[in-house]
């Protein structure tokens, strides 16, 4: 398996990666939030699930069809985490 | 204190007030994130927690400073409401 991105952590059975982001002001959580749903868009792949209020946003990521975590949700991962400090810029 | 809104209940304390919207597709969930995000930033209130997956989100509302519920939090719960009908049609 690739490695994991910085700041995850592989998660249970089914395998999920979690991450939880936190931002100074909701201004900047919002950024990241619609830039989430962007890449979802763009990618087709959706967090399993989402859970954010004013300055944080928890994500969990789950392997696609009970399979292992893979390149797929990896790459996303990483790309989440470009997300985040974009929105912070 | 003012009627809780169709399909809201009151919880706890602090006072807050929760309800799980449930979609047929994802397009719909965008739709009603996405309205729920204006509305934050027309009002000004943001909701405590926003829980969401593809197809569902879940919604807890808190009351302001501490204090009770009131007509600010029920308005924005009833105006929640009016945006899950929106993004299902």
Chains 1, 2 share one sequence.
Do not use: C
Request: overall charge negative.
């Amino acid at each position: 398996m690739a490695e994991v991105p910085e700041g995850w952590e592989a998660r249970g059975k089914p395998p999920t990666l979690f991450r939880r982001f936190g931002f100074e002001r909701y201004g900047e959580t919002r950024a990241f939030l619609d830039g989430l749903a962007a890449l979802s868009e763009e990618t087709g792949l959706h967090p399993q699930n989402v859970n954010f209020g004013t300055t944080y946003v928890n994500i969990t990521l789950e392997a696609a069809e009970g399979g292992q975590l893979g390149e797929a949700e990896l790459g996303f991962a990483a790309r989440i985490n470009a997300l985040s400090k974009a929105a912070e810029a």
